[in-house]
């Protein structure tokens, strides 16, 4: 719903009252856009978002348009195993099927207002007759907690906010850890890392990844991170520095085991120099272990392209 916020608020804000939506409720094989995802189209016939990258979006929108006129809620299926598959342009092997329904513009302001708010729910939508049910589960992002108010964590959390993650960057040192130094995150704080850990309590939805080079910050920071839930915990450094590391976390009574969790040298290997660069390796990183998969080339690739990520 989040992708198409901002239009549901301008069209309300000009008058408008219902609105249909298309939301993808199932998916086969290759599909261009994961369940859930939604195209909204408004009384003046205006668009935002999208079910299928543009695959079936025209045929779709006629469909919401009927049920802006009057018709009852539908659901739809295109694949290449249906017949009108090449009419509406899904030849790539995949199939998937599209509710369109009409909502009160004020319902679905309020839908993203909870989204927004990060709350733990779920909305339930019967797709036909048969009592066929479709549940989204909504919840808070997921975070990205960076240690180290550095240029990269910057360029972290300015990449991280197009994903539509949370982003919370850590130092204790205060004329580091400004607004104008690092616009883009979400929260500040400025306490040592073990206080950090308290107030954050990483969970299963986070990323940490680590960007000092002092022992005092890189250490503590990483025994709490890797005792959390965190799904993720990368650390910048040579490999040369890794390696002291793990034999001062080995001191310090961590297990092989959980030093191992360590990402280190954070990030995929892009030949990345820039701070934006290394932005883009580490949240490839992060988005590939988030996905189960090993973060190589597509090409070189045998699997599915596309995955759910819960």
């Known amino acids: 719903m989040k992708e198409i916020a901002a239009d549901l608020k301008r069209w309300r804000d000009r008058g408008d009252e219902q609105v249909a939506v298309a939301t993808v409720v199932a998916t086969r094989g290759s599909a261009p856009r994961p369940i859930g995802s939604k195209l909204a189209i408004s009384k003046q016939g205006e668009l935002a978002g999208s079910v299928s990258g543009g695959c079936v979006e025209n045929e779709v929108y006629e469909e919401a348009r009927a049920v802006l ?48 708010r990060g709350e733990r729910f779920s909305r339930t939508t019967v797709l036909d007759e048969s009592g066929k049910e479709f549940v989204e589960e909504f919840g808070p992002p997921p975070l990205l907690l960076v240690f180290g108010a550095v240029d990269t964590a910057e360029a972290l959390c300015r990449a991280a906010k197009q994903l539509g ?76 520095n890794q390696e002291r590391r793990r034999a001062r976390l080995l001191e310090e009574g961590l297990s092989e085991g959980e030093i191992d969790r360590i990402a280190g040298p954070v990030g995929l290997d892009i030949g990345a120099e820039s701070p934006a660069e290394t932005a883009v390796s580490i949240l490839g990183e992060i988005l590939a272990v988030r996905a189960g998969r090993d973060g190589g080339r597509l090409k070189a690739s045998k699997g599915r392209i596309h995955v759910e990520v819960s």
Not at 219 to 240: D, K, Q, T
């Open 69 to 116: 006129g009057g018709a009852p809620p539908k659901l739809l299926s295109y694949g290449i195993s249906d017949e009108q598959a090449w009419s509406v342009g899904l030849p790539c092997g995949g199939e998937i099927d599209v509710f369109v329904e009409e909502m009160n513009l004020r319902d679905a302001e309020e839908l993203v207002a909870r989204i927004d």
């Open 165 to 240: 993650w949370r982003t919370v960057v850590a130092d204790a040192r205060a004329k580091f850890a400004t607004v104008e130094r690092i616009p883009s995150a979400d929260a500040l704080i400025v306490e040592w890392p073990e206080e950090v850990l308290v107030q954050v309590e990483p969970d299963a939805g986070t990323a940490v990844v680590v960007l000092t080079h002092e022992n005092r910050f890189d250490i503590p920071a990483l025994i709490g991170s890797l005792r959390s839930e965190a799904f993720y915990v990368g650390a910048l450094g040579a490999r040369r």
